[in-house]
């Protein structure tokens, strides 16, 4: 059963990771282009009407409330991830533990932590972060001394088991793996979910360098 779960976090990590590669190059750097030229937009109208100081004013409070919301590409801000990373950190860090076996249980919910940093998954850390049962799991029942090598084996089996299960739970509830979901549901049935969402985007850019141009 252990490596039957390990088998399928593994692909589902996979898929995951594969689909938003594959979701930031399709949608990603559209959103991003159609960003830049509605920013360019606003500055022409600013510099139109004359208040390039309120615009100034605006951007600077905007810069220091949007630190920790996701940018264009659906991804978080690094700034905001950061901050989750070591919430985490301070909670389930090795170094708290009592003993050497909740060390070891605390190193694998920090593997977690660290893949979902390095991959941008920031709705995997804000799990972590509010689940209470990794609390007590951390801090869960030790085996008693003397107890035989098969039974402390089994233990730590179990101890794995749980932690992958854990994994695959946050993983399919991550917003970006329900999307794939739909996009993969909708393919079935002949639809193309992102390349109409695509066309959408790339309709608003052409309008928005219409805007553009009328200022030029």
Not at 99 to 105: I, S
Not at 120 to 129: F, P, V, W
Not at 133 to 139: E, N, R, S
Not at 170 to 176: E, F, I, P
Request: proline content about 1%.
């Amino acid at each position: 059963m252990l490596i039957q779960r390990s088998d399928e976090l593994t692909m589902l990590q996979e898929e995951l990771q594969a689909f938003r590669a594959s979701y930031t190059h399709i949608i990603g750097s559209l959103l991003a282009e159609l960003a830049l030229i509605e920013e360019a937009v606003k500055e022409a109208e600013a510099r139109t009407l004359g208040i390039e100081h309120a615009l100034e004013s605006e951007e600077e409070s905007s810069s220091t409330s949007n630190d920790d919301e996701a940018d264009s590409t659906g991804m978080p801000a690094r700034i905001g991830l950061r901050k989750l990373f070591w919430s985490v950190a301070r909670m389930f860090h090795p170094d708290h533990a009592a003993d050497e076996e909740e060390a070891r249980r605390r190193h694998r919910i920090m593997a977690e932590a660290s893949r979902a940093y390095k991959e941008g998954d920031i709705e995997s850390l804000n799990s972590l972060l509010g689940d209470e049962g990794l609390q007590a799991y951390c801090a869960g029942s030790h085996a008693p001394d003397g107890i035989e090598d098969v039974a402390s084996s089994l233990l730590g089996l179990k101890e794995q088991l749980r932690t992958i299960e854990f994994g695959i739970k946050r993983l399919k509830q991550n917003s970006l793996y329900r999307l794939k979901l739909k996009v993969e549901e909708e393919r079935a049935l002949g639809r193309d979910v992102l390349g109409e969402e695509a066309d959408g985007i790339r309709r608003k850019i052409v309008k928005a360098r219409k805007r553009l141009a009328h200022f030029s």
